[in-house]
Nanobody, 114 residues
Framework: QVRLEEFGGGLVQAGESLRLSCAAS???????VMWHRQAPGEQRELVAG???????NYPDSILGRFFISKHLDTNTITLQMNNLKSEDSGRYYC?????????WGQGTQVTVSS
């Protein structure tokens, strides 16, 4: 069982930055990791991901504003979010795939006021 816990959500103004962290209960070195978000009434969507081969993936709406990183010394996955917009508001979930099983944290709320 893999446990993931997100930190760092909050209320910010449009144009500001926020850094989310996700602490994993095991090493993250060779595993695919990702951040998703879900706004009220909307489907959960990919925000950023790192594949097993290290390839980083962002949707076009995020490209150039958000940056995902793996920190192997602390088994932490971070999401640096810059130039936040009101449409970035939602609950952000950290995920990890281990041996074909998908694990998620409980999420952290991000609210961007315009």
């Amino acid at each position: 069982q893999v446990r993931l816990e997100e930190f760092g959500g909050g209320l910010v103004q449009a144009g500001e930055s926020l850094r989310l962290s996700c602490a994993a209960s095991q090493n993250i070195f060779t595993y695919e990791v990702m951040w998703h978000r879900q706004a009220p009434g909307e489907q959960r969507e990919l925000v950023a991901g790192i594949a097993r081969d290290g390839t980083v993936n962002y949707p076009d709406s995020i490209l150039g504003r958000f940056f995902i990183s793996k920190h192997l010394d602390t088994n932490t996955i971070t999401l640096q979010m810059n130039n936040l917009k009101s449409e970035d508001s939602g609950r952000y979930y950290c995920g990890m795939i281990v041996h074909g099983n998908q694990y998620w944290g409980q999420g952290t709320q991000v609210t961007v006021s315009s």
